[in-house]
């Protein structure tokens, strides 16, 4: 019987250090998991399957693909340029209406 993890036992895990080219990446993440494996069959040089069991998968991939990416900070926007965002978008969708009863 497969051993039941909590939300904060299903960890992802990634180790690299300066020395090496590669990183591993030990995961519990189903969607880490499906997208490193079509990774790895797509790119099979490029990264590769170093342990997998029922609840996670470790693979080496190259220290390049690791990065830490922050969301575009939104800046809020003033009252002014809200309604004109708002009017833009209101002429185009009734262009698009008016070019599509034109078809």
Known sequence: ???KYTKLEQ???IVYNEADQTAEVYTHSQKLKN????ICEAR???IVLKRSDEASVTY???KSWIRVQPKKKRVP???EQSERLRNNLVNA???RNINASQD
């Open 44 to 46: 099979p040089g490029d």
């Open 35 to 38: 997208r490193l494996a079509k």
């Open 1 to 3: 019987m497969p051993i």
């Open 60 to 62: 080496e991939v190259p």
């Open 77 to 79: 926007l003033t009252d």
């Open 93 to 95: 969708r009734a262009t």
């Open 11 to 13: 960890e992802t895990i």
